[in-house]
């Protein structure tokens, strides 16, 4: 089956790249990526890199940002419920801490912990184009640029323009999305509303505590002046049933959070450019491991008709858990291009902090904030980061080199850096990039403390070194890549036990080494029933140094073949199909809580297709989504069980 699938998608490739050569063509979609070296289009920088236009992207059967991530090959997202609930980002096998995540070109990671990546004030309907950056990166992005970075670009327009969609179907489910951009004189404004909510998609089972609710607002306003000034800010809030969130042994666990985010930007000079910046961002989360509308909380217990909840017989559950992170962060971005080097120096330093009543240091006295919330622990990190890089091209052939150095407080100073070299000739590009890089453990890795995990104080920052090889093809309507990689990452980060009973316990595991492949195909067609197509396939393997024995939560259940299928034709009165089929075939196995105690289960594979119809008449779209078409039973992330076949509707409408 696996070979019949790798011939399926390398035939295309090499086969449509020939014929290629002699057919008119329609262009591809051309966007410039920013913040990697020189501005310069994504077919010719020496990485793999995908930019995601959004527009397009709404002609698919896609309601968050992580269903526009699931379309990426090299990128593996695993979903705990549905419809961008809550996801965990992994990059080539990197885990869900790995992944460097910005906005507008601004880190926004979250200090507590990286299942928190997407919970931003952002939508996918608010977005003009996501950037993919895959493997380490860190003399362009700093720290925590692991094994790939994601920077989410929000609409910029300068025209006049009204935007709204409704989306409408099973399971409860509602969503609306408003975009309003607004241009007087000097000054533009964008602002987007997103509401979202669902009952949960598991009515028929025991257990339905997958419902869910979210709102994200978000407002852009630049000023075009002679000191040009970009003002972000926004707010989310979101509350969801986290169903077997951490454990299956607990099921009714449920999830709050909510946030603020603001960052200030100007760009100054013309040969230098000097860019400052400025962010801040504070988030809150409460967790439940017992779900107090189902476990009214009654002198000092939490009791479900005459069930008292427990960790244990006799060991009763007391609280919830509280958590309240803070980001502050400065940075200069000196740059000066010329017409053939470019060059760049970043100067960021950074402070995150944390207050909860489970993660950080003795705080003495305490932070009462209300009866039910009392911040007992806090622990903080200042960090500066001073990157330099430099590229030249020489003729067609081009390299550049960079070098990253860290200091902290809580910390030893670190140097990372890279190097690459390119060829490209007309409609090819050829390069060599080698790249380290390193990750700082996060607070609830050094601290969290449950019924069923235990941080560690005494971990150390994660190191790797990556390599990557690769060859694209692009001659206007078509796009051909394919690469190799690998990863040898020292002292990595995961929680572990060694017999099925234990608690998980975060370590610094011994010497981790990934390799992996990836092939990409796009295409448009002109005038033929077939309108567009792209076929996807990533290969990956990763082995420890040593046998040592133990349950892996993260960094062994990796994917080892992903394929994604996606086309799009026309259909009857001028409407549009667009079909999006994945096949994951993922190593390891997880646990589940049966019987009163864990079994240990392996993962199996699966295929599942999404199909949307759309018709667009004058300013208004209608579309009809149906996901899992053939209501195919799968699991991402271990006992979490993923929805079946839901049907959508929708409508939308813009003015211009």
Not at 247 to 257: A, C, D, G, L, V
Not at 592 to 620: R, V
């Amino acid at each position: 089956m696996k070979k019949i699938f790798f011939i399926f998608i390398i035939f295309p490739l090499f086969s449509v790249a020939q014929q290629q050569q002699d057919k008119p063509a329609q262009p591809l979609d051309s966007i410039i990526i920013s913040g990697y070296g020189k501005h310069q289009s994504p077919e010719i920088t020496p990485k793999t890199i995908h930019i995601i236009p959004l527009e397009p992207q709404q002609l698919k059967a896609v309601e968050s940002i992580d269903d526009v991530l699931k379309l990426i090959p090299g990128i593996d997202i695993r979903t705990r419920g549905s419809k961008g609930v809550q996801s965990d980002i992994s990059i080539r096998g990197g885990n869900f801490d790995q992944v460097l995540i910005l906005l507008n070109g601004i880190p926004v990671q979250n200090p507590q912990t990286g299942h928190h990546a997407l919970d931003l004030p952002v939508d996918f309907s608010m977005l003009d184009h996501i950037e993919i950056l895959e493997g380490a990166s860190a003399y362009s992005y700093g720290i925590n640029a692991y094994s790939g970075t994601i920077n989410l670009v929000t609409k910029n327009t300068e025209q006049q323009e009204a935007h709204s969609r409704l989306t409408a179907g099973q399971y409860g489910y509602l969503k609306t999305d408003l975009d309003l951009s607004h241009r007087l004189d000097k000054i533009s404004v964008y602002n987007g509303f997103s509401y979202q909510k669902s009952n949960g998609y598991l009515p028929h089972d025991s257990i339905d505590n997958t419902d869910f609710y979210a709102i994200k607002d978000f407002v852009h306003v630049r000023y075009h002046g002679k000191i040009p000034l970009e003002l972000q800010a926004g707010y989310h809030q979101k509350d969801f049933g986290a169903y077997s969130f951490y454990t299956s042994r607990f099921p009714w666990q449920y999830e709050i959070t909510h946030g603020y985010y603001a960052a200030l930007q100007s760009r100054l000079g013309k040969k230098i450019q000097w860019r400052p910046s400025l962010s801040y961002r504070l988030h809150y989360d409460e967790f439940q491991l017992f779900r107090e509308s189902f476990y009214p909380y009654s002198n000092g217990y939490f009791i479900k008709d005459r069930d008292t909840a427990q960790y244990a017989p006799g060991i009763y559950y007391r609280g919830h858990n509280y958590h309240k992170t803070q980001n502050l962060s400065a940075r200069l971005h000196i740059s000066s291009e010329g017409k053939n080097t470019s060059n760049h120096l970043d100067i960021t330093w950074e402070n995150y902090r944390i207050w909860s009543n489970r993660l950080g240091k003795t705080l003495n006295p305490p932070v009462i904030v209300s009866q039910a919330i009392q911040y007992n622990y806090s622990d903080s990190r200042n960090i500066a980061t001073v990157k330099a890089n430099r590229s030249h091209r020489f003729g067609k052939f081009s390299a550049g080199a960079g070098l990253n150095l860290m200091i902290s407080d809580a910390y030893k100073t670190q140097a990372t850096g890279g190097f690459f070299i390119q060829y490209h000739p007309s409609h090819w590009s050829h390069y060599l990039n080698i790249s380290s890089a390193n990750r700082l453990p996060t607070f609830t890795d050094l601290y969290y403390s449950g019924p069923a995990h235990t941080g560690y104080p005494g971990l150390q920052p994660e190191t790797a070194v990556t390599y990557e090889a690769g060859s694209k093809f692009f001659k206007e309507n078509c796009f051909v890549s394919l690469s190799v990689f690998g990863r040898d990452a020292r002292h990595t980060i995961d929680w572990i036990k060694y017999n099925v009973n234990d608690k998980w316990q975060a370590r610094n595991l011994t010497r981790l080494t990934t390799y992996g492949m990836e092939i990409n195909f796009r295409k448009k067609f002109k005038d033929k029933f077939i309108r567009d197509m792209s076929l996807g396939y990533a290969y990956l393997n990763m082995q420890k140094e040593k046998n040592t024995g133990f349950y892996s939560k993260y960094a062994l259940d990796y994917l080892k073949h992903k394929i994604v299928i996606d086309i799009s034709h026309r259909f009857l009165f001028d409407s549009n199909i667009h079909w999006t089929a994945l096949y994951k075939d993922r190593n390891g196995n997880y646990l589940e809580y049966k019987n009163g105690q864990y079994q240990s289960m392996a993962y199996k594979p699966y295929f599942i297709t999404h199909l949307k119809w759309n018709k667009q008449i004058n300013n208004t779209r209608l579309g009809l989504s149906i996901e899992n078409l053939f209501d195919t039973e799968y699991r991402d992330l271990s006992y979490v069980k993923m929805p079946g076949r839901w049907v959508l509707v929708e409508i939308s409408y813009k003015i211009k």
